[in-house]
């Protein structure tokens, strides 16, 4: 209740004092006004007898006495009057004042809340908050979480008057007080103690429920050290706090919900990338100008010189008849396995596997592509030494590639696409790699690829004439390089580079008994170099059989 004194009311300085002053005058009354301490306000005291004696007061309230003759009830009801107008006024002063004390909380609490995004710290905003401007020894926040089932804590503050552990294990208690929904002052605390939820030192309990519609989210609970600590205006303070935190909250787990399925959905989208990376490379959908494979489109495409390599295994028609088909994917996988993480490291990549084979693509230049296939041998040795050591036969491989212009893009249709390269340079890289079963040599290379090296001299090279790919004028080339056979091997084609060149130049010239003169030089020093027995052996069969008129050395390169 706003406070009214009769002292303040009959002032000096009030208008109303002069203004009863006059009226008492006016009316001749012997009367007099005191407060209810005895003390003399207005009029002149009479005799210790007064015959009338009558209360102002508000209500039951009474703020003092009107003494004297018949008229002080009279005076005692106007002032009575007066008192109910002031009392009023302070009231509808001191509502105003509230009201501005809550508005004035609740922006300055929704700007806190405003700077948190997570739950957890609007929860401890909130009850460290509600502490403060109710006033409290220790605050605590539960809440109820619907996947797991259980009674959480997200927050406490101040002393620790709540026990944590007994809180999540009285469920049904929390539901009639906590999870109820309702906001209450508690006067019997008698279960709470029962259940060790609280202190010996706690006198009083306030709560308030977190809500967002029909929906309990969990509750805000403030404890005292005094019996009837709280009040109303706590209980609604502390519900409008509530609210604005049930709304920051919700919005809080909306937020954190869709950034979890954000990023469920990006783990996802990155693992579809990640699969169709590995059937479509992503140096294939990034030379089409696009980031990922959904942005691919029908039509796409893309002309670029590469080096294109294939590389196929000897034999293996043969290989494969003496394993079960389980056992033969299985041999496949493996070889692939190993060669696939080699061209990759050489920043190529597959375009495909072919069964026996792979097919890859060197978009920047040729030395990669020759370094790679000299690291696949590499492997392949280790590969065969396993091989041999469990009692199997070891495994042959050529490798044969070409540089030009190719097509890269998608063809298909509406409801099928497909990544494809188009290009004679395809077809020249499988045929020089054919090539490498008719000359009897590991790596051949066109010389194209070649001229893409910018140091050949880093590589062991020898040169092995021209071919000419079928319905081409042009021929191309082929050299052999030779650093992925043996160390000494290498070193004997070394010694006898310079014979096997003459040999070469007399072979292409015609000149064939110069040709075996220094081809069985080379063998002589060399006689693993299975190259050259081939010009030997075809040098000494055109010397004494001849060659067609048009023999220009140029081998033609039929289908493979």
């Known amino acids: 209740?706003?406070?009214?004194?009769?002292?303040?009311?009959?002032?000096?300085?009030?208008?109303?004092?002069?203004?009863?002053?006059?009226?008492?005058?006016?009316?001749?009354?012997?009367?007099?006004?005191?407060?209810?301490?005895?003390?003399?306000?207005?009029?002149?005291p009479?005799?210790?007898?007064?015959?009338?004696?009558?209360?102002?007061?508000?209500?039951?309230?009474?703020?003092?006495?009107?003494?004297?003759?018949?008229?002080?009830?009279?005076?005692?009801?106007?002032?009575?009057?007066v008192a109910r107008k002031e009392y009023?006024?302070?009231?509808?002063?001191?509502?105003?004042?509230?009201?501005?004390?809550?508005?004035?909380?609740?922006?300055?609490?929704?700007?806190?809340?405003?700077?948190?995004?997570?739950?957890?710290?609007?929860?401890?905003?909130?009850?460290?908050?509600?502490?403060?401007?109710?006033?409290?020894?220790?605050?605590?926040?539960?809440?109820?979480?619907?996947?797991?089932?259980?009674?959480?804590?997200?927050?406490t503050a101040g002393n620790e008057v709540f026990q944590k552990e007994q809180i999540s294990s009285h469920l049904s208690l929390l539901l009639h007080i906590g999870l109820s929904g309702q906001s209450e002052i508690m006067d019997d605390l008698s279960s709470l103690k029962e259940a060790g939820i609280i202190g010996p030192e706690v006198q009083s309990v306030i709560y308030a429920a977190l809500k967002v519609k029909h929906r309990i989210m969990g509750a805000i609970i403030l404890a005292g050290d005094r019996p009837a600590q709280f009040a109303a205006a706590d209980l609604k303070f502390l519900t409008t706090l509530a609210l604005q935190s049930s709304a920051a909250i919700e919005s809080a787990l909306l937020y954190e919900k869709n950034i979890r399925e954000a990023r469920e959905k990006e783990e996802a989208m990155r693992a579809v990338y990640e699969i169709t990376a590995k059937f479509v490379p992503y140096e294939f959908i990034g030379s089409l100008g696009r980031e990922v494979i959904t942005e691919v489109r029908l039509g796409d495409q893309v002309e670029k010189v590469v080096t294109v390599l294939f590389a196929d295994l000897r034999d293996f028609t043969t290989l494969s008849e003496q394993m079960t088909p389980e056992e033969n994917f299985q041999f496949?996988?493996?070889?692939?396995?190993?060669?696939?993480?080699?061209?990759?490291?050489?920043?190529?990549?597959?375009?495909?596997?072919?069964?026996?084979?792979?097919?890859?693509?060197?978009?920047?230049?040729?030395?990669?592509?020759?370094?790679?296939?000299?690291?696949?041998?590499q492997k392949l040795?280790?590969?065969?030494?396993?091989?041999?050591?469990?009692?199997?036969?070891?495994?042959?491989m050529g490798v044969g590639m070409h540089t030009?212009?190719?097509?890269?893009?998608?063809?298909?249709?509406?409801?099928?696409?497909?990544?494809?390269?188009?290009?004679?340079?395809?077809?020249?890289?499988?045929?020089?790699?054919?090539?490498?079963?008719?000359?009897?040599?590991?790596?051949?290379?066109?010389?194209?690829?070649?001229?893409?090296?910018?140091?050949?001299?880093?590589?062991?090279?020898?040169?092995?004439?021209?071919?000419?790919?079928?319905?081409?004028?042009?021929?191309?080339?082929?050299?052999?390089?030779?650093?992925?056979?043996?160390?000494?091997l290498v070193r004997k084609k070394e010694d006898s580079l310079d014979a096997f060149n003459s040999g070469l130049q007399a072979y292409l010239d015609k000149s064939f008994p110069e040709a075996v003169r220094a081809f069985e030089e080379v063998v002589s020093l060399n006689p693993e170099d299975l190259t050259a027995h081939f010009f030997l052996d075809n040098a000494i069969r055109y010397s004494r059989?001849?060659?067609?008129?048009?023999?220009?050395?140029?081998?033609?390169m039929a289908s493979k």
């Open 545 to 556: 059989a001849g060659v067609p008129e048009n023999w220009t050395g140029v081998l033609e």
């Open 1 to 44: 209740m706003a406070r009214v004194l009769l002292r303040h009311i009959l002032s000096p300085k009030s208008e109303l004092t002069s203004l009863v002053q006059s009226l008492l005058l006016e009316m001749n009354a012997d009367v007099f006004i005191e407060d209810t301490q005895g003390n003399h306000l207005l009029g002149i």
């Open 381 to 396: 040795g280790a590969f065969n030494r396993q091989r041999i050591k469990n009692k199997v036969s070891p495994i042959r």
């Open 88 to 155: 009023d006024r302070k009231s509808l002063g001191s509502e105003v004042l509230l009201l501005y004390q809550e508005v004035n909380m609740v922006f300055n609490f929704s700007d806190k809340l405003a700077q948190a995004i997570d739950p957890e710290s609007i929860a401890q905003i909130a009850v460290e908050e509600a502490m403060h401007l109710i006033g409290s020894v220790g605050g605590v926040v539960v809440s109820w979480d619907e996947i797991k089932k259980q009674l959480q804590i997200p927050a």
């Open 332 to 377: 496949i996988s493996s070889f692939n396995g190993n060669m696939g993480p080699i061209i990759r490291e050489h920043k190529g990549f597959i375009n495909q596997y072919l069964g026996d084979a792979i097919m890859a693509l060197f978009p920047e230049n040729g030395a990669q592509a020759l370094d790679a296939s000299i690291a696949m041998y």
């Open 404 to 488: 030009g212009p190719l097509i890269m893009g998608i063809t298909g249709d509406n409801d099928r696409l497909d990544a494809t390269t188009i290009s004679d340079t395809v077809n020249t890289a499988s045929r020089i790699e054919n090539l490498t079963k008719y000359y009897h040599a590991r790596i051949l290379i066109s010389e194209a690829t070649l001229q893409q090296i910018a140091r050949p001299e880093k590589f062991h090279l020898r040169y092995l004439g021209r071919v000419q790919v079928k319905g081409k004028q042009a021929s191309t080339g082929i050299h052999e390089c030779f650093d992925s056979d043996a160390e000494e």
């Open 46 to 81: 009479g005799d210790a007898t007064a015959k009338f004696e009558a209360p102002v007061k508000i209500q039951d309230e009474i703020l003092g006495w009107v003494k004297g003759d018949h008229r002080a009830p009279h005076i005692a009801t106007l002032l009575s009057v």
